[in-house]
Each structure stands twice: as structure tokens, then as C-alpha cells.
């Protein structure tokens, strides 16, 4: 069975501060990964995908996450936060060929200026 | 540009009240997706297609009904409104390889 565990409900940081949003996933397929933004009042965006090729990801606005099949986990970095970045962050494990997605209960991250 | 649109952006309702929520997509994208999103239970998956005249129940389905009668549209549909299904309600679409597409949500209120 898949499952979708995102360590922190909240994480705070500063203006120009590295980011780091924690997930661990478990799946007995071999999965597909995805990281999706929600700002206020909008629907989710994607921000980055996994799909088995290379380990470390790169995705919209500077974000990045990397792949740790022996520690079942795929945390999402940025270098430096922007104000824009505040918002609803959820990690989300799909089986190949979109059959079923399991969402994470989501991070939201505040940027203090 | 493809895209995903759901209509109306907000609604208001009467309990008891029949409500239909659409969802148009022009991905070309054989699945779809209902999701409602409440405090405190993240998202949760209401039904979901994989092509025409195909509708599966998801985790809430109770009082939620889909119909798929073409690749574009999957309407949602409330028999009965219940204050319980005041909700913010996602449509979404997906590829082959579980990429998610979202509309920017419907906020549906039953007084």
C-alpha cells in the first residue's frame, strides 16, 4: 500500500534563508513523485515531478528535491526563500500510469521578511 | 494554452438543494478527478474517471454523483446539498504518468 508522510505541518523561515520541506513516502511499485504548490485561493500547481529517471529533480522557481530510494524520501530544498514562496506545499505519490495518488496533509511555509 | 476551468467560482445553496459543479478540460487528458479540500482533512478524493462512461466512487463519495460523457467534461453533481458538503472543490486532470492538472477551485457554501 502507498502512503504519503510529510514530517512537518508548518515550517517558518527568513527572507533568503534555505528552504526544506521533509516527505517520506512508501510504495511497493515502484512510484512517481511529485511536489504541487497551493497559494491562497488558487488550485495546486505542479512544481516538480520523479518518474525514475535522474535522482535529483529540478523544478519550477528555484526548487528542487532529490530522490533517497534507501531512505523512501523525497525532501524539497530551495537555496534561498522569497516572500512569494509562502504557501501550501504537498508531496504526492502516484503508481505508474496515474492509477492512484495519494496526497501528503501538506507544509505550509511562511516567509518572514 | 490548454487548461482546466471549473464554473461557478462560488456558490451558495439551500439544504436540500440540487447543485452541479462543472469541470472542462481541453488537456485532452482521459483521466479526471473530484477532489474536496476542508481544514484539518487536506484533500480527499470524491470520484474519478478514466475515459468516457467510466465514473468510480473515491474515499467521500456518499451524496456526490459524476457522469462522463465526453473526454472534456466530468460535472459534479450534489443530490441533496448538507451543510457537511460546504467545501472548496477541485477539479483535476491528469497524464499517463499521474501528473495532476488543477482549475482554480469551486467554493460551495449550503446554508
Known amino acids: 500500500a502507498q502512503s504519503v508522510t510529510q514530517l512537518d505541518s508548518h515550517v517558518s523561515v527568513s527572507e533568503g534563508t534555505p528552504v526544506l520541506l521533509r516527505c517520506n513516502y512508501s510504495?511497493?511499485?515502484?512510484?512517481?513523485l511529485f511536489w504541487y504548490v497551493q497559494h491562497p485561493n488558487k488550485g495546486l500547481q505542479l512544481l516538480l515531478k520523479?518518474?525514475?529517471?535522474?535522482?535529483l529533480v529540478k523544478g519550477i522557481n528555484g526548487f528542487e528535491a532529490e530522490f533517497k530510494k534507501s531512505e523512501t524520501s523525497f525532501h524539497l530544498t530551495k537555496p534561498s526563500a522569497h516572500m512569494s514562496d509562502a504557501a501550501e506545499y504537498f508531496c504526492?505519490?502516484?503508481?505508474?500510469?496515474?492509477?492512484?495518488?495519494?496526497f501528503g496533509a501538506g507544509t505550509r511555509l511562511f516567509v518572514k521578511a | 494554452d490548454a487548461e482546466i476551468t471549473q464554473s461557478p467560482r462560488h456558490k451558495i445553496t439551500e439544504t436540500g438543494r440540487q447543485v452541479t459543479l462543472a469541470c472542462h478540460q481541453t488537456?485532452?487528458?482521459?483521466?479526471m478527478f473530484w477532489y474536496r479540500q476542508d481544514l484539518g482533512h487536506g484533500l480527499r478524493l470524491i470520484h474519478y474517471?478514466?475515459?468516457?462512461?467510466?465514473?468510480n466512487k473515491g474515499e467521500v463519495s456518499d451524496g456526490y454523483s459524476v457522469s462522463r460523457s465526453n473526454t472534456e467534461d466530468l460535472p459534479l453533481t450534489l443530490e441533496s446539498a448538507a451543510s457537511s458538503q460546504t467545501s472548496v472543490y477541485f477539479c483535476?486532470?491528469?497524464?499517463?504518468?499521474?501528473?495532476?492538472?488543477f482549475g482554480e477551485g469551486s467554493r460551495l457554501t449550503v446554508l
Open positions: 483535476a486532470s491528469s497524464t499517463v504518468t499521474g501528473e495532476l492538472f
Open positions: 510504495s511497493s511499485y515502484s512510484p512517481s
Open positions: 520523479y518518474t525514475s529517471a535522474a535522482t
Open positions: 504526492v505519490v502516484s503508481e505508474t500510469g496515474g492509477f492512484k495518488t495519494i
Open positions: 488537456w485532452n487528458h482521459n483521466n
Open positions: 474517471s478514466y475515459g468516457v462512461q467510466d465514473t
